[in-house]
């Protein structure tokens, strides 16, 4: 086990945070099984409530599945989702209590806290949006870049790929080696005092 009071090095936090771009644009090299492998080793630590893990990741790789994604995105992120190596769809899945009795053994009830549609649904999306941040961060730590994307018609991307299951889209994410080229200018953040409220 890593010694976790030790910090990265500054290359390391640099390729994760300071230097990351959303990736736009990416090279013509593809996404391997095995990469998708070792970013799910990496991403399914995230912290979560209860430990909790509601979010599912569609790898459209099928030309099928590539078209689904495409006819719901609009704009920019159409044509850049078009050119990437590889689409995804986070989605959140709001059967999640039904994986309890694995991932939260010590509780021998804990699916009944969850019984409400309302409430389980929320939590769901909640908590992939938590999984999801440990996604970028496993994507960048690989050497690859990704696009999240928002602009997309979530209610018919989940009629036409979704159907019948108990799995609702949050977002679309484009994955691959980055280019550079297609790097945005760099926008300002927040100032810390603007930020972190001391009280």
């Not at 640099?14 to 644009?25: E, K, S």
């Not at 799910?40 to 979010?55: D, R, S």
Request: proline content about 5%; hydrophobic content about 45%; glycine content about 6%.
């Amino acid at each position: 086990m890593s010694n976790m009071t030790t910090p990265l090095a500054d290359h390391a936090v640099a390729q994760l945070f300071v230097d990351a771009h959303t990736a736009r644009t990416f090279l013509d090299e593809p996404v391997t099984d095995a990469q998708i492998e070792s970013l799910y080793e990496m991403m399914k630590w995230a912290p979560t409530t209860m430990n909790i893990q509601p979010l599912r990741l569609i790898i459209a790789r099928s030309d099928a599945a590539r078209a689904q994604v495409l006819e719901h995105l609009g704009g920019s992120n159409r044509e850049q989702a078009e050119a990437a190596p590889l689409i995804t769809v986070v989605c959140a899945d709001s059967n999640f209590h039904d994986t309890l009795s694995e991932v939260v053994p010590h509780i021998a009830n804990a699916r009944e806290f969850f019984l409400d549609d309302e409430r389980r649904e929320a939590t769901a999306r909640h908590q992939t949006w938590l999984q999801s941040g440990y996604l970028v961060m496993a994507i960048r730590a690989l050497g690859l870049g990704c696009g999240p994307m928002l602009g997309f018609d979530a209610a018919g991307l989940d009629a036409a790929m979704l159907a019948g299951s108990s799995l609702v889209s949050t977002m679309v994410m484009t994955v691959g080696v980055p280019d550079p080229a297609g790097y945005g200018e760099r926008r300002p953040r927040l100032d810390l005092d603007r930020v972190m409220l001391e009280r």
